[in-house]
């Protein structure tokens, strides 16, 4: 976890298309668990716990991060929210889960495309951080 905080710090955000353009578009392969007309599920390629599923708009519309959310996002926030909640489901959390969205370099942001993690599937910690 340290290399990643590291890397999050070094990298300078990019605004433009990521690589979860190219998950979106279907040019980089991804275990999608759910797909919508508005999210895009799929299994994170680094798992932190047992169940670690990335969310993701399909439609960036400038939302790079939770940090720059404006009032015409509420619509795309809530849809992230909800297919968390599914996806939960699905994968059999009943037990409970953690949402985490990164946000910035020292919120350990390292994709500029606003993102949900999922995590489940055994006892999360406290405090996170």
Same mark, same amino acid.
């Given at each position: 976890?340290? #290399? !990643?905080?590291? %890397?999050?710090?070094?990298?300078?955000?990019? @605004?433009?298309?990521?690589?979860?353009?190219?998950?979106?578009?279907?040019?980089?392969?991804?275990?999608? $668990? @759910?797909?919508?007309?508005?999210?895009? *599920?799929?299994?994170?390629?680094?798992?932190? *716990?047992?169940?670690?599923?990335?969310?993701?708009?399909? &439609?960036?519309?400038?939302?790079?991060?939770?940090?720059?959310?404006? !009032?015409?996002? &509420?619509?795309?926030?809530?849809?992230?929210?909800?297919? %968390?909640? $599914?996806?939960?489901?699905? !994968?059999?959390?009943?037990?409970?889960?953690?949402? $985490?969205?990164?946000?910035?370099?020292?919120?350990?942001?390292? $994709? @500029?495309?606003?993102? &949900?993690?999922?995590? #489940?599937?055994?006892?999360?910690?406290?405090?996170?951080?």
């Amino acid at each position: 976890m340290a #290399g !990643e905080k590291e %890397a999050a710090l070094a990298a300078e955000p990019i @605004y433009g298309p990521t690589i979860f353009d190219k998950i979106i578009r279907k040019e980089i392969p991804s275990q999608v $668990v @759910y797909e919508d007309q508005k999210v895009l *599920a799929f299994r994170d390629i680094s798992p932190q *716990a047992p169940v670690h599923i990335i969310i993701i708009p399909k &439609v960036k519309d400038g939302l790079s991060s939770l940090s720059k959310a404006e !009032e015409r996002h &509420v619509e795309a926030l809530a849809s992230l929210l909800y297919a %968390a909640k $599914v996806v939960a489901k699905q !994968e059999g959390l009943d037990d409970g889960f953690r949402i $985490v969205i990164n946000d910035g370099p020292k919120g350990c942001q390292s $994709v @500029y495309h606003l993102h &949900v993690h999922l995590l #489940g599937g055994r006892q999360m910690n406290w405090p996170p951080g």
